[in-house]
């Protein structure tokens, strides 16, 4: 009767140190689970941005040839003896939103290009809302080029219904 109650009194006692070692373990599991979801679900919202971002590129882009055709009608109809100040002024604005659109590409690709998705796939909590952040700036860039260039070919082709 004796070993009985030692033995579960030592049992007892083991029984309490496993579960002091392991229910911080436990709560530990759960807290990398919670976060682990926390990212892939960050991360689902950054690639929803980012393709957000690249439709409204692809859409202002459809409009290049368009900036392109005007431009050359616009300095076909230039009469070096007269230079339409007007016409001058389009060709400028044509210009400038074909520039434009050239350094958006070139700043949103060397900063969320092919390699830099790769790495947004392991990337942590923090950088995903850092890249949801940015994404948000890019859109709102990308839709000011768009505006510009949709200005510039209104104006083009009102000089050119004239």
Not at 21 to 28: A, E, R, S, T, Y
Not at 66 to 74: C, G, H, S, V
Request: glycine letters at 4%; aromatic letters at 4%.
């Amino acid at each position: 009767m004796v070993y009985k109650v030692q033995i579960d009194l030592i049992a007892g006692k083991n029984m309490k140190r496993l579960i002091v070692f392991f229910f911080p373990v436990l709560i530990m599991i759960g807290g990398c689970n919670q976060q682990a979801k926390e990212v892939r679900d960050k991360s689902g919202d950054v690639g929803e941005l980012k393709k957000e971002v690249i439709a409204i590129h692809d859409t202002a882009m459809a409009k290049m040839n368009r900036i392109f055709q005007l431009k050359t009608l616009l300095e076909d109809e230039l009469d070096s003896a007269n230079l339409d100040p007007e016409k001058v002024n389009a060709i400028q604005d044509l210009k400038m939103a074909d520039e434009a659109m050239m350094q958006w590409m070139r700043n949103f690709s060397k900063h969320y290009g092919k390699a830099h998705s790769k790495e947004a796939e392991i990337d942590t909590l923090h950088n995903n809302e850092a890249l949801m952040d940015g994404l948000k700036k890019e859109k709102a860039k990308i839709l000011d080029v768009k505006k510009q260039m949709e200005a510039s070919i209104e104006k083009a082709e009102g000089i050119l219904e004239k």
